[in-house]
């Protein structure tokens, strides 16, 4: 180890570091994330938040997120170096040390705009699917013209999320991602400003749902799968409404979704995210994603 490695070292976070963590390193990067989702991950994974610590002052300079997703795989987010920290191959730094102490599993994460190179330094590759991030400004008059022209269908149930259907919602979500992501699914659960659950009358079962936080007057969806896309066009407009002050809407989707960005005009911000991973990746489950989650770690 360099003398001027020793300046810094790697340790998971303490309990008493994440708010100052959220607001002085994750927040200032206006994601898709809050102080209560980065307090309810370190509760349920308790050894998967990092941060960079300088020695000399005890400063937390840089943090960085693991989290388990698919078998044999970590997402990894929040990636985020001290302003006055950066370029100092600290960033760099702190990602290698994830890889290497991940050396078993694969790493995924959502790049944002221009960090491609910053990664596939570090040895990570594109995969896909390629995020389109929506940014979309609400009509209202749109919004109620389109609800006019499609009807709630009578056999669909859209209700707020309570306690007692996690087993169901679990169930429903395991399916349509192909994998059980129940942990992460509670955290959503507990710090979601929304969250809508889809049922079908007649078969008497989940059939959708969707995850939203408001932050700073935006609404940005935070995982939605739907059986159809006349359900998921009906979750999408019930969360709308349910928000009527709100007038930016994000939502992180795949290119078939479009569909879903008809209740507004699409703002200049909107733009793609790639995938990036360690090595190789089974497909991802696309058939029943509207809104992509994926821990929520880009704008
Ligand atoms: C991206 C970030 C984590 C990089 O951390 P850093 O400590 O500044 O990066 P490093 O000094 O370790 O840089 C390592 C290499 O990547 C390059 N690099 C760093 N940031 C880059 C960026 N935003 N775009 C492209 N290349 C970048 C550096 O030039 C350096 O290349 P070199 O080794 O050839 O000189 C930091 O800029 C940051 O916190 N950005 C804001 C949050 C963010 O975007 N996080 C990534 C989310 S996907």
Redo the contacts with the bound molecule.
Sequence with gaps: MSCEEDKFFMRLISDKETEDVFYSLINK?HWNQSLSRIKAIHEVFPSNIFVMIKRETEEVIAVVIAIPTHPGQFIVGD???REDH????????MMQMVVEKHSHFTLT?I??H??E??YR?LGLQEVGPTHCGYYLEVDREMVKQICSDNPLDNDISINLYTNGVFPALNKYDTNARGYDCGKYLSVMTKTSSHFLVASSRTLEKMIGYASCIETANILRFDGMYADSDTVALHIFREMIEAFPHIKEIRVQTIKPREFLIQFGNLLPKTQTFTRMATGPVPDVCLSKLYAVNDCGYTE
């Design positions: 990067e990636l985020v170096v950066r370029k100092q191959g600290l960033g760099a730094r994460l790049s944002m221009g960090t190179s910053f330094k």
